[in-house]
């Protein structure tokens, strides 16, 4: 009999060590899911350095808000440590899920561990990391950024397709060591590579702003006065270039040619002024995606490791016809 007493309460013991180990974490199978208005989620966001991530910043501050789910939000500064820092705040105040874009791709692997030990879901948006172990987060829900810039290099590739001549490339990197910057040089440097004739002469980062797209162009404009093309990684780099083209003497689009990717409101009214050539689209819209995420796992579902946003690309004349819907 007292063998059958110190198994049951053995039992009971176990049960209650497993219901504090399931942490702040959502709904599970244990607890069966919160009420939408209960659920509290921390977000880690890059910073503000370009109007992609104002975009992106209000687009899921304000969805979170139409659905009634408490975000708390901080902002990096473009600084993996106030990143983390955030991130280890969160899960000291034992939110139900963290999300966040991680500024660079590498170095997250002990803070991710410590969320799973609490028992919090991570949800990656917008950029990768590079953990070999993917439990470490539930999804990455953003662009394909080498399917980026594939296409922005398939546009170069048509327009100098009869060049007879070197076409000289510059090219504008968005954070060094950030998936978007890394991708993005991949994609286009493949599909370039089928013509001898286009040159990347000169590469450096502009840090995604357009203050770094400026000044950096400026210095690359003096070492390289033959530049053909512009190629930034987004477009407040470009905007920066428009502006350190013509400081120059130089017609953006004419003189100069410029391709960068986001399409955001400034990129996309340039693209229609005819002072950028092509842009290809990264949608800073996924509020909407981060919520379904969430409202899944949080009822037990379980997310593709991969979500991929659907995208497109702009020429003038489409820029011209799409800007007055634009939604940022
Ligand atoms: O990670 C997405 C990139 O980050 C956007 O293309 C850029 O504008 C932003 O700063």
Redesign the pocket.
């Known amino acids: 009999m007292k063998k059958i007493i110190g198994l049951a309460a053995a039992g009971a013991l176990l049960l209650a060590l497993a219901g504090c180990a399931d942490g702040g974490g959502g709904g599970t199978e244990a607890s069966g899911p919160k009420d939408i208005g209960d659920l509290v989620v921390g977000f880690a966001q ?2 503000a ?5 104002t975009a ?1 910043t209000k687009d899921i501050q304000d969805t979170f808000k139409d659905e009634g789910i408490e975000l708390k939000f901080s902002d990096a500064q473009q600084k993996q440590e106030n990143q983390i820092k955030a991130i280890r705040s969160y899960i000291q105040q034992q939110v139900d899920y963290i999300a966040f ?1 991680p500024v660079v791709e590498t170095g997250w692997d002990a803070v991710l561990q410590e969320a799973k030990d609490a028992g919090i879901p991570v949800v990656l948006t ?2 990768a990391v590079d953990s070999e172990d993917t439990s470490l987060y539930e999804t990455f829900l ?2 394909d ?1 080498v399917k980026e810039g594939q296409k922005a290099g398939l546009w170069v590739l048509d327009e100098y397709k009869d060049a007879t001549k070197p076409v000289n490339i510059i090219q504008l990197e ?2 060094t060591g ?3 910057a890394i991708d993005r040089a991949e994609g286009f440097a493949d599909t370039i590579r089928q013509n001898a004739n286009l040159k990347v002469v000169a590469s450096q980062t502009g840090d ?1 702003t357009r203050a770094g797209g400026k000044q950096v162009t400026e210095a690359l404009l003096k070492s390289n006065p033959d530049v053909d093309l512009i190629y930034a ?4 780099m470009g905007l920066g270039a428009i502006e350190a083209v013509e400081a120059a003497g130089l017609v953006p689009g004419k003189d100069i040619k410029i391709v960068t ?2 399409a ?1 409101h400034d990129g996309m009214q340039a693209l229609a002024d005819g002072k950028i050539n092509f842009i290809v689209e ?1 949608s ?1 819209l996924l509020g909407a995606q981060l919520v379904d995420v969430i409202k899944t796992l949080n009822d037990g579902g379980t997310v593709e490791k991969r979500i991929i946003t659907d995208e497109t690309t702009f020429t003038q004349e489409q820029a011209v016809e799409a800007l007055p819907d634009r939604k940022y």
Request: glycine share 14%; with cysteine; proline share 7%.
């Open positions: 890059v910073g350095e370009s109007g992609w991530r992106n874009s917008d950029r953003g662009s950024f968005g954070t950030s998936a978007p995604f990684h987004n477009d407040d990717i986001d955001v990264c800073p």
